[in-house]
């Protein structure tokens, strides 16, 4: 049998297979972070089989992420920087605020405390990394400055509400102001013709908005700030909610018009800001005691449930499609 035969080895020795790691893009993290987000709005309307299974699966695909990004940082560090630089490597942060959300929620808040450690750990080097690099005229996943802050709010801000440290809720409201501050920053820099081009990720603009509704509901929720804090704080958070469905409404007229149906792991960005929105709805009806937000939440989770469950179908043929393809490496 000839050298061609044989598979290439790397520096390590390593067959391909073994560097599967080098292969998942950061951009896979929006996987876990829609089906992290639909797992929790399935939880928040008593749907709990469904929810318990997407967590799983979040769950699972979060492993598999943090398996690689460790590995990256181990073993070809000049990757891991190059990945670090770009808007994507944030959706680690956000997939694991997301995760450690859904873990609080089912009442395991050790687990989604140290998910909340690790998510805090990263924020900064990946905020300061993706910043130094940023330019003008950027697609969607520019709003991942603002997701990634938020997320840290949301998190916190729930596990507060669990009763796992007063001084969580300081916290989740200074990530919440960051992140605002982050959003308009991404706004000023993103290229609005991504409404009608964009390959999925475009709708971050709606779901950034949505986070930050959602962070908003929280410390809404908070019971030990009343009064004029906890006033402008309600107004707030619907001014966000108003604004996402405004975006949500918007950035669907441009699907409608210029259809965009090839799969694309950007389709995961679209997803997210679907289940986002939902979520935040449900969960500002009930932090501001307006039932009938609740009412529009249901039908906006299923509309969210169904693009999770196509975009995970069109995941799973396009790995099979693949797998046939690929060429087979000689033994």
């Given at each position: 049998?000839?050298?061609?035969?044989l598979?290439?080895?790397?520096?390590?020795?390593?067959?391909?297979?073994?560097?599967?790691?080098?292969?998942?893009?950061?951009?896979?993290?929006?996987?876990?972070m829609?089906?992290?987000?639909?797992?929790?709005?399935?939880?928040l309307?008593?749907?709990?089989?469904?929810?318990?299974v997407?967590?799983?699966?979040a769950?699972?695909?979060?492993?598999?992420?943090?398996?690689?990004f460790?590995?990256?940082?181990?073993?070809?560090?000049?990757?891991?920087?190059?990945?670090?630089?770009?808007?994507?490597?944030l959706?680690?942060?956000?997939?694991?605020?997301?995760?450690?959300?859904r873990?609080?929620?089912?009442?395991?808040q050790?687990?989604?405390?140290?998910?909340?450690?690790?998510?805090a750990?990263?924020?900064?080097?990946?905020?300061?990394s993706?910043?130094?690099?940023?330019?003008?005229?950027?697609?969607?996943v520019?709003?991942?400055?603002?997701?990634a802050?938020?997320?840290?709010?949301?998190l916190?801000?729930?596990?507060?509400?669990a009763?796992?440290?007063?001084?969580?809720?300081p916290?989740?409201?200074?990530?919440?102001?960051?992140?605002?501050?982050?959003?308009?920053a991404?706004?000023?820099?993103?290229?609005?013709?991504?409404?009608?081009?964009?390959?999925?990720?475009?709708?971050?603009s709606?779901?950034?908005?949505?986070?930050?509704?959602l962070a908003?509901?929280k410390?809404t929720?908070?019971?030990?700030?009343?009064?004029?804090?906890?006033?402008?704080l309600?107004?707030?958070?619907?001014?966000?909610?108003?604004?996402d469905?405004?975006g949500?409404?918007v950035?669907?007229a441009?699907?409608?018009?210029?259809?965009?149906l090839?799969?694309?792991i950007?389709?995961?960005?679209t997803v997210?800001?679907?289940?986002m929105?939902?979520v935040?709805?449900?969960s500002?009806?009930?932090?501001a005691?307006?039932p009938?937000?609740?009412?529009?939440?249901?039908?906006?989770?299923?509309i969210?449930?169904?693009?999770?469950?196509?975009?995970?179908?069109?995941?799973?043929?396009?790995?099979?499609?693949?797998?046939?393809?690929?060429?087979?490496?000689?033994?």
């Amino acid at each position: 049998m000839g050298s061609m035969d044989l598979p290439t080895l790397n520096r390590a020795g390593d067959r391909p297979a073994a560097r599967w790691w080098t292969k998942v893009p950061p951009a896979a993290g929006s996987a876990v972070m829609a089906t992290g987000i639909v797992s929790v709005g399935l939880n928040l309307v008593g749907r709990e089989t469904s929810s318990q299974v997407l967590l799983a699966l979040a769950a699972a695909g979060w492993l598999l992420l943090a398996l690689a990004f460790a590995l990256t940082l181990l073993r070809d560090r000049d990757r891991w920087a190059a990945n670090a630089a770009t808007p994507p490597a944030l959706t680690a942060v956000a997939a694991t605020a997301v995760v450690g959300t859904r873990f609080s929620l089912a009442g395991w808040q050790s687990t989604a405390a140290v998910l909340l450690a690790i998510a805090a750990a990263a924020w900064p080097p990946l905020l300061i990394s993706v910043l130094r690099h940023w330019k003008h005229h950027l697609p969607g996943v520019a709003f991942l400055v603002c997701v990634a802050t938020e997320g840290l709010a949301v998190l916190a801000g729930t596990l507060a509400l669990a009763g796992s440290g007063d001084w969580l809720a300081p916290a989740a409201l200074a990530a919440f102001a960051l992140g605002l501050v982050l959003y308009v920053a991404a706004l000023l820099r993103f290229d609005v013709r991504q409404v009608l081009t964009g390959a999925g990720d475009q709708w971050i603009s709606a779901g950034a908005l949505a986070i930050c509704a959602l962070a908003g509901s929280k410390l809404t929720a908070w019971p030990e700030w009343t009064g004029a804090g906890h006033t402008v704080l309600r107004d707030a958070t619907l001014v966000l909610l108003t604004l996402d469905l405004a975006g949500y409404l918007v950035l669907l007229a441009a699907e409608i018009r210029r259809p965009r149906l090839r799969y694309n792991i950007r389709r995961w960005a679209t997803v997210f800001p679907l289940g986002m929105s939902a979520v935040a709805t449900l969960s500002t009806g009930s932090a501001a005691h307006l039932p009938w937000l609740n009412g529009l939440g249901h039908p906006l989770l299923w509309i969210a449930a169904g693009a999770w469950l196509i975009t995970a179908l069109a995941l799973v043929r396009d790995l099979a499609r693949a797998r046939r393809t690929a060429p087979s490496g000689g033994a």
